[in-house]
Each structure stands twice: as C-alpha cells, then as structure tokens.
C-alpha cells in the first residue's frame, strides 16, 4: 500500500478508536506505533503491529486515554460558559485544558507506545516533555488548530488530515527522541 493510503487506513482506525471514547487511548497508542512504523519505512504488516502495540500497552494507554476523557469534558464544560460568562472569562481555562489535552494525546501516549515505564512516570515525563519543549508544543497547537479549520470547513477531510498530523508528529517525535538521545536510531 502507498503512504497516502496507509494514513488513510490509519486514520480511519484511529476515528474508530476516538468515536469508541474508552478505547480512545489504546487506539490513539496503535495508531502512532503504525504511523512510526510507516515514517520510518519499516515494512510489516499492519495487524501484527496493531495487535502487538495494542497487546503491550493498552493498560496504561486506557489510564490515560480516560484522563484524556476528563480533560475533554472539563474543556466541554468550560466551553459551555461562553454565552454567559464571555469570552474573556472562558478563554484562559479553555486555553490551559486544550493545552492539557495536547500534552496527554500527543506527548504521554505516544511515551507509552516507544517506552516501557509505570504509568505515573509516563504522564511525568510527557508533561515534563510537553512543557519544556513548547516550540514543539505550540507548533503542534497550530497545526490541530488548523486540522480543526480544514475539517470543519471541508468534512471530507476529516478522512485525511488527524492522519496527516499524526505522520508530522510521528516524524517530528522520532527525530526528537534520537536527537535527544532517548532512543538509538535504527540500522538502515
């Protein structure tokens, strides 16, 4: 399969997993180890990666995905403000949950996908990272911003764009961890 149509079959798994809301965390952890598989070139066959990422970190991945959960409510709620409170009131507690939300999607699952480490020290070292890194951080804010844009002005794109961010991510996370040296890069 080309990698335009990888993402896409990706990203159609990774929507399942959301739509699901408990299995949003397993999902979202299968989903980033098949597009580090697909960034990275290495051709193996999707089930087996799935499954095998899936099998190795669903408990930790549901833990954090429901948190992820919680978080989304709260943002929810605090959104619900906006007609009689403001924007002025809503706009930094909104800002700080979707900031939260960022860090426990796309920094701490994706530590539990690449690391073995208890739970707490996976949340740990993703808000350590999120937060000392914000280059990264609001780069990746930007490009969900602009995700949500696409997908709400076009729905079709709803099929292509969270697996595009995905890929950029995967791509930008991988490079991240070698540079800092967290992981070796792999042999050609």
Known sequence: MDALGSIIVINLLWLASIALVVTAGAGTVVAYELCRREVLGKDTGMVAIASSAF?????????IGVLAVAVAAVGVLTLSYLPSLGL??????????????????????????????????????????????????????????????AVWNFMPAVFLVPGLILAWWCYLLEHFFIKRGFVQPDAE
């Not at 099998?55 to 833990?63: C, D, E, G, N």
């Not at 009131?89 to 939260?100: A, C, D, H, N």
């Not at 707490?120 to 350590?128: D, V, Y």
């Open 55 to 63: 099998r190795h970190s669903w408990k930790q991945a549901t833990v």
């Open 88 to 149: 002025g009131q809503v706009l930094v507690p909104l800002v700080i949950v979707v900031l939260f939300l960022v860090i426990l999607v796309f920094w701490c699952l994706p530590l539990v996908a690449r690391f073995t480490n208890p739970t707490w020290r996976q949340l740990q070292n993703g808000f350590t990272l999120g937060l000392t890194t914000p280059g990264l951080t609001v780069l990746l804010g930007i490009a969900v911003a602009l995700g949500g844009w």
